[in-house]
């Protein structure tokens, strides 16, 4: 084991101080909170690009508020928990949780500025002169006002609940992001003063369609103009809008649990019930009600948040989802994967094709459907094929693949599927599909402890005439169609039968009761994985200013791997980064990280895809892992991640030129300064990656079909 490696523990940065750990300290690191909000800063500077079709930029605008909700649910809920527990313990940047919580808050206090400046003075008006409004109800007609009370007395007011704050009526519960209004109601006989909530219906469109698909009023603001009907007899006062997000996340006591299905369930329950971590208000701000508010909801002042703009601003999903075509990028439609699609629209035998060589697939460029989908389906329907076994971390609502596995289970074929239950946000429905598993007989696996799989895998096992024969699928992303739709993920269908060895033992271990054993090729956390990437950056350091690392993450956190990539850059190697989201180097920083530049990369699809690059051709070829892997703590040290080699000299071909690609970007691309900056790119090469992806996929099928429609005697004329 080499030196550096004796240190690989999470929470550890190194035995010993080298010159640049002395000169830097723990300034040589960004902090990971602020990294993520950021990351949410850039998705804002997509919602206000003028040349992105409006109802796109609405889109990032929801993506961006749903974005911030997960950070207070789990992020800033951490901090919370930590320092009500007396944490002090600093971050790789030097930030106890206090100094950490309060930065935080001041960076989402500017971003809560800019999204009201954008929404209110950009995006609002923007859809207007499109012919979509959003409506205040003063700037409704007397006649609109008329009919929209009617649709209230119909629609709205029989599913509406007041609860009202008294001795014998506690202060309600207020469920987690949902809109309400905390109303003063006064009796006039008796002189009495209540407050009382109503819970906006979540039942409900958020917007309220005054004439179909162009004018919309907030659902909230149509039951503010009609509280008076909701207490007869009384005088109603003020009333502030709010909005609440409570800490969401699990905290499974796995050692303790006889059954982890019956303990996640029951911490489920207790999700709905987390404490609050913050509330947001709405101009114009009640000073006496939002005080109850904070009394009553048990927060602090520092847990504020008011906004100009509609709260809950996911919300906007609905409008983005508005059927304007004209108004939005024109859509994607995944194309017939080359070397696996027929001119008839349908997936070559899968098999017989692996035979002849591995296959490398990108979504959404490449359709999920004939390529994943299909090989899970044919899989469940061939005779030959004796057993499947898989890795499901999140999947879709109706899935084909699940649907796949449930069928060969009935064929009687051998199916075991390790449904990661721990996978945040998604843990209720995975809870929901290993029922359906193994009602079907799929052996079933919900989990490891202490460990979170994450590794997208698959594995078949087929009858053969020399024998059983493993083909595997490994990927970057999940088996989910809809998400393939939207996120770029490359995976590779390989028969190599060493890399079947190494899946079929990994499936032993998360199924079975036994070790880790040798893999000979994949790398596996938190076995081989860590140690294996700080090997090939050393292997680079010795080449020096020949040496060459470039990494496409969606996040790049762990201490170890970033010191390695500094010492690599004080040798000279040309270390370039695209991270999508996380990122705690810093980059150009004179006697730090001169040669490490950084970028990230936002467009119509969610780069998401895992690509690890050492070497350059000119000193023997770049040697390309890709998987499931971030280059975070919890990735190496706390989940099972799989990253394979790709050894196909056309396929890493293809890498470099994705890679080359990703790195010469300047539409898409922003990129870090020395200051931790991150500045957009308006460069006049007009390279971009996903524009550019989109016409290679287009005549890679192209070429590929008119191949698969050559009579194959004719086939080598033809290429």
């Known amino acids: 084991m080499s030196s550096h490696t004796k240190s690989h523990h999470p929470g550890q940065h190194g035995v010993e101080l080298n010159a640049l750990e002395s000169a830097f300290g723990r300034a040589r690191f960004a902090n990971r ?3 993520r909000l950021q990351f949410a800063d850039r998705l804002l500077d997509l919602a206000s690009d003028e040349e992105v079709p409006v109802l796109d930029r609405v889109k990032f605008v929801a993506i961006y508020a749903d974005l911030v909700d997960e950070f207070f649910q789990v992020r800033v809920a951490n901090l919370e928990d930590q320092i009500a527990a007396g944490v002090t313990t600093r971050s790789p940047d030097g930030l106890r949780p206090k100094e950490q919580l309060k930065a935080v808050r001041s960076a989402v206090h500017a971003l809560t500025d800019r999204q009201d400046a954008l929404v209110s003075s950009a995006l609002l008006p923007s859809l207007s002169s499109a012919g979509i409004t959003i409506q205040t109800w003063a700037n409704l007609s007397h006649t609109e006002q008329a009919d929209l009370g009617v649709r209230f007395e119909r629609e709205i007011f029989p599913i509406l609940t007041p609860l009202s704050v008294d001795v014998g009526h506690p202060f309600p519960y207020i469920s987690d992001r949902s809109i309400n209004l905390l109303v003063r109601v006064n ?8 407050v009382a909530r109503v819970k906006v219906p979540d039942v409900l469109p958020r917007f309220l369609e005054i004439e179909e698909g162009t004018r919309f009023i907030p659902l909230e603001e149509l039951i503010a103009e009609h509280l008076a009907r909701l ?4 005088e109603v006062g003020q009333h502030q809008i709010f909005r609440i997000t409570r800490n969401a996340d699990l905290v499974v006591e796995e050692d303790e649990a006889d059954d982890l299905l019956v303990a996640l369930e029951a911490e489920l329950r207790r999700r709905r019930f987390g404490h609050a971590v913050r509330i947001e208000v709405a101009e114009p701000v009640d000073g006496n009600l939002l005080d109850t508010l904070l009394r009553e909801l048990d927060l602090r002042p520092d847990q504020v948040f008011t906004t100009r703009a509609l709260l809950g601003l996911s919300a906007l999903w609905g409008i983005a989802s508005l059927d ?6 024109e859509p994607w439609n995944p194309l017939p994967p080359a070397g696996i699609s027929t001119p008839e629209g349908g997936t070559v035998d899968l098999f017989s094709a692996l035979q002849h060589g591995d296959i490398l697939v990108q979504h959404p460029y490449d359709s999920f459907a004939m390529s994943v989908e299909a090989f899970i389906t044919q899989a469940a329907n061939d005779p030959d094929v004796l057993g499947i076994k898989q890795t499901l971390y999140r999947t879709s609502g109706n899935s084909p693949i699940i649907a796949a596995l449930v069928h060969a289970a009935e064929q009687g074929k051998q199916v075991a599927a390790f449904v990661e239950l ?3 946000f998604d843990e209720a429905a995975n809870i929901g599909w290993a029922k359906t598993l193994e009602d079907s007989g799929v052996h079933v696996v919900y989990g490891l402890v202490g460990l979170k799989t994450h590794s997208k895998t698959a594995l078949i096992l087929r009858r053969e005439a020399d024998g059983i024969r493993r083909y595997c699928h490994i990927g970057t992303g999940n088996y989910n ?3 393939a739709r939207q996120y770029e993920d490359l995976g590779l269908f390989t028969a190599d039968p060493v890399i079947g060895e190494d899946v079929g033992q990994l499936f032993n271990y998360l199924t079975g009761f036994s070790h880790h054993v040798t893999y000979h090729r994949l790398l596996v956390s938190p076995v081989t994985l860590r140690s294996t990437i700080l090997e090939k950056i050393e ?7 020949v040496g060459r690392i470039r990494l496409k993450l969606n996040g790049l956190t762990d201490p170890v791997i970033i010191d390695a990539l500094y010492r690599a850059s004080a040798a000279q190697v040309d270390v370039q980064l695209c991270v ?4 705690c180097v810093r980059a150009q920083v004179p006697g730090l990280s001169d040669h490490i530049a950084v970028r990230s990369i936002a467009g119509e699809f969610l780069e998401h895809s895992r690509i690890y690059a050492f070497g350059c051709p000119e000193r023997g070829g770049e040697e390309f892992f890709i998987g499931s892997a971030d280059l975070m703590e919890r990735n190496l040290d706390r989940r099972i991640e799989v990253l394979t080699p790709i050894l196909q000299v056309d396929l890493r071909d293809r890498l470099t030129r994705l890679l080359d690609l990703v790195f010469t970007d300047d539409q898409q691309a922003w990129v870090l300064d020395g200051a931790g900056t991150w500045t957009r790119l308006h460069g006049d090469g007009d390279i971009s990656l996903q524009a550019e992806l989109k016409q290679e996929a287009i005549l890679r099928s192209r070429r590929w079909l008119e191949v698969a429609s050559t009579p194959v005697a004719d086939r080598g004329l033809a290429t």
């Open 33 to 35: 909170e602020l990294s």
């Open 187 to 194: 009796d006039p006989k008796s002189g009495e003063s209540r």
């Open 231 to 234: 207490f007869p007899g009384m």
């Open 324 to 329: 304007f075509p004209e108004l939005k990028a």
């Open 422 to 424: 721990k996978a945040r």
């Open 481 to 483: 169609s809809k998400t």
């Open 539 to 545: 292997e680079q350091c010795a080449l020096g200013p």
């Open 580 to 583: 999508r989201s996380l990122c």
